[in-house]
Nanobody, 122 residues
Framework: QADLAESGGRLVQAGDSLRLSCAASDRAFDSYAMGWFRQPPGKAREFVAAISSWTGGADYADSVKGRFTIIRADHTLSLQMNSLKPEDTAVYYC?????????????????WGQGTQVTVAS
């Protein structure tokens, strides 16, 4: 089992950059596809980005495409967020996907971190 822990969330200003990290408790993380999701205040959890375990291919929600980059290196998952907007305010979660199901859906992920709060002030 891969236990996940996010870090890096904080209060920033619109236009700032921020990098979130996700650490796994063991190397099982390396064989999982990984994703970032977020949950804005009062809303459902939504897909942000995902990266394959084998090809390294990545995909992004339209709302973050061109501004966010998911990175997988040295057994750590990161989310580089540039040009942040107030609507990016949310709790951000990393998650591990071990097998079947679309990478876009929360139900397809097996393991989740506890989340880290990102607040973007206007």
């Amino acid at each position: 089992q891969a236990d996940l822990a996010e870090s890096g969330g904080r209060l920033v200003q619109a236009g700032d950059s921020l990098r979130l990290s996700c650490a796994a408790s063991d190397r099982a993380f390396d064989s999982y596809a990984m994703g970032w999701f977020r949950q804005p205040p009062g809303k459902a959890r939504e897909f942000v980005a995902a990266i394959s375990s084998w090809t390294g291919g990545a995909d992004y929600a339209d709302s973050v495409k061109g501004r966010f980059t998911i990175i997988r290196a040295d057994h750590t998952l990161s989310l580089q967020m540039n040009s942040l907007k107030p609507e990016d305010t949310a709790v951000y979660y990393c998650a591990a996907h071990s097998g079947s199901g679309s990478l876009y859906y929360t139900a397809s992920y097996d393991f989740w971190g506890q989340g880290t709060q990102v607040t973007v002030a206007s």
